[in-house]
């Protein structure tokens, strides 16, 4: 059997990895603080990006929370199957959903997602941009229902959940969508239940939503932040419906046409951002959401 030894370090890599241990150290200490003194949920520290904080323990995190201690924290995740040397990067769904249940049981409120919804006209970008958003666990994107038929390599349960009329129908009555649209001669609606789910586990939610629905959204929810995504202009737009080679000169007269009544909507929204550079937009959108 051959043993491999370890890698052997320059002295500058290891004065650089030394440096990278003692940053984790703050910025896990801070974490912990900022819960114990109420400053922060233990939601926004598990939807925190740093890579430092998804290497923390769950186990410290819950002995962090006032009330809690090492002691109930073990408990805690005993009783979830979560095993003691879990690290919060590494816990699933499940896991998740079940620690809300533990603290709300406990009476430790975590802070509520914000609700946000990202809409504009057709061909502007908003589906690159939501894009974007699914590797940040700060976000979840909430799954559509619709009626329309599945495009070639759309997944049900993924980009949409596909169902038959009298399934959506069947939703619609039994009051399970918090909006719904129609669009283009199909039905497209948010389920609430998983928008209510995540928004408890402290993740923001995001829609990417037709105008109409949007609006919906507003009406129910006050606090929704509705964001407008335009284009740098109008014959920008134009160009990038035109790409869209598939359609007919009557269907994209007719998408330009829905696209100006799009546009005029921009002043129902409480921001609207340019799309000129997806990146830039996103960062904006994030500052927007986190504030
Ligand atoms: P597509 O068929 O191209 O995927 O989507 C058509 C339009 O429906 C897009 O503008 C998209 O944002 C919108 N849409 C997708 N899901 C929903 C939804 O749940 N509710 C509403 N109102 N519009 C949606």
Do not use: C
Not at 135 to 156: L, N
Not at 270 to 279: M, R, S
């Amino acid at each position: 059997m051959t043993i491999i030894p370890p890698p052997k370090l320059t002295h500058e890599e290891r004065l650089a990895a030394l440096e990278k241990a003692k940053v984790s150290r703050r910025d896990r200490a801070e974490v912990k603080r900022a819960i114990t003194v109420g400053e922060i949920t233990i939601f926004d520290a598990i939807n925190d990006p740093r890579e430092s904080i998804r290497r923390m323990k769950v186990i410290d995190l819950l002995s962090s929370i006032p009330g809690v201690g090492k002691a109930r924290a073990t408990l805690i995740m005993e009783r979830r199957n979560i095993s003691p040397t879990r690290r919060i990067g590494g816990l699933g769904q499940l896991q998740l959903k079940a620690l809300s249940k533990e603290l709300s049981l406990a009476k430790v409120d975590p802070m509520r997602g914000k609700l946000i919804v990202i809409s504009g006209p057709g061909g502007v970008g908003k589906s690159t941009i939501t894009s974007a958003l699914r590797s940040d666990p700060r976000f979840w994107i909430s799954v559509s229902a619709t009626t329309r038929e599945p495009r070639t390599g759309e997944r049900d349960g993924v980009d949409y959940y596909f169902y038959t009329e009298e399934r959506f129908q069947n939703l619609i009555d039994s009051d399970e969508l918090l909006e719904w649209a129609e669009f283009a001669g199909n039905r497209y609606g948010t389920p609430s239940a998983p928008v209510e789910e995540w928004r408890n586990l402290g993740k923001h939610v995001i829609l990417e939503i037709e105008i109409e629905g949007a609006r919906q959204v507003r009406n129910h929810d006050s606090g929704a932040l509705l964001i407008f995504i335009a284009p740098p202009s109008w014959d920008e737009l134009v160009r990038r419906l035109a790409g869209r080679g598939t359609d007919s000169p009557e269907r994209r007269a007719a998408r330009l046409a829905l696209a100006e009544q799009e546009m005029a909507a921009a002043g129902d929204f409480d921001a609207t951002l340019i799309n000129e550079d997806v990146e830039a937009l996103v960062a904006q959108l994030v500052s927007l959401a986190t504030a």
